[in-house]
T-cell receptor, first 110, second 115 residues
Framework: DQQVKQNSPSLSVQEGRISILNCDYT??????FLWYKKYPAEGPTFLIS?????DKNEDGRFTVFLNKSAKHLSLHIVPSQPGDSAVYFC?????????FGKGTRLHILP | DAGVIQSPRHEVTEMGQEVTLRCKPISGHDYLFWYRQTMMRGLELLIYFNNNVPIDDSGMPEDRFSAKMPNASFSTLKIQPSEPRDSAVYFC?????????????FGPGTRLTVL
C-alpha cells in the first residue's frame, strides 16, 4: 500500500521553464514532508522540506506547496536548469520513519 | 567528513550465496537506516537503529534478511540465502536525531545482483 504516491514516472521540461513535480499521500498523520534529489550512481540528497502546519516553503529556485485538504504536495523549480535533471523523491515523515514515493525522473531539455 | 560510506559498491553473486553489505555512518550520527530501491517498489525502509539498537525492522522482507549494528561506526545488512528477487540497490543513511525534521544523509549505495 503506497502511502506516498508519485504518479508521473518521468517529466520533460525545457530549460528555463518551470518544472512541477507532484505527489499525493494517503495518511493524514504525516507531519513533515520532504523532497530528495538523486543523481545516477549516487545516494539521494535532501532538497527541501515543509511542515504540515505550513502551505509553502521556498528556497532559491525551489518551492514546495502543501495542500492538506487534498493530501497533495508539489515541488516547483524555476527556472529549470540542466543540472536539475535527476530523480526526485517525495517523502513523508511520521515518528522516526520517512516513507518515500517511487520517484519522478526529470529531464531538462536544452 | 567523508559522508556515509558503503561497501561494496557492486556485488554480483549466485542464488543461495550469503551476501553482506556494510555501512559506516557519519561520525556523531545516532540514527542509521537501511533502504532498498527497486523499480517496482521505489525506495523502501528496511530497518533503522537508534544508538546501535534496532528500533523498527518491520520493513525487512523476510527472515533471510538480518541487520546488525555492533557499534556506532559500523552496520551490516546480511542476506542468507540470497535470491534473484533480492537484486536491488541498497542504501544506508544516517542522521543526527530521528527522521522527524532531521536530514538523512545517504551513502552511494550497493548495487546487488543475484544470478
Amino acid at each position: 500500500d503506497q502511502q506516498v504516491k508519485q504518479n508521473s514516472p518521468s517529466l520533460s521540461v525545457q530549460e528555463g521553464r518551470i518544472s512541477i513535480l507532484n505527489c499525493d499521500y494517503t495518511n493524514s498523520m504525516f507531519d513533515y514532508f520532504l523532497w530528495y534529489k538523486k543523481y545516477p550512481a549516487e545516494g539521494p540528497t535532501f532538497l527541501i522540506s515543509i511542515s504540515s502546519i505550513k502551505d509553502k516553503n521556498e528556497d532559491g529556485r525551489f518551492t514546495v506547496f502543501l495542500n492538506k485538504s487534498a493530501k497533495h504536495l508539489s515541488l516547483h523549480i524555476v527556472p529549470s536548469q540542466p543540472g536539475d535533471s535527476a530523480v526526485y523523491f517525495c517523502a513523508a515523515n511520521r515518528d522516526d520513519k520517512i516513507i518515500f514515493g517511487k520517484g519522478t525522473r526529470l529531464h531538462i531539455l536544452p | 567528513d567523508a559522508g556515509v560510506i558503503q561497501s561494496p559498491r557492486h556485488e554480483v553473486t549466485e542464488m543461495g550465496q550469503e551476501v553482506t553489505l556494510r555501512c559506516k555512518p557519519i561520525s556523531g550520527h545516532d540514527y542509521l537506516f537501511w533502504y532498498r530501491q527497486t523499480m517496482m517498489r521505489g525506495l523502501e525502509l528496511l530497518i533503522y537503529f537508534n544508538n546501535n539498537v534496532p528500533i523498527d525492522d518491520s520493513g525487512m522482507p523476510e527472515d533471510r534478511f538480518s541487520a546488525k549494528m555492533p557499534n556506532a561506526s559500523f552496520s551490516t545488512l546480511k542476506i542468507q540465502p540470497s535470491e534473484p528477487r533480492d537484486s536491488a540497490v541498497y542504501f544506508c543513511a544516517s542522521s543526527f536525531g530521528g527522521a522527524a525534521y532531521n536530514e538523512q544523509f545517504f551513502g552511494p549505495g550497493t548495487r546487488l545482483t543475484v544470478l
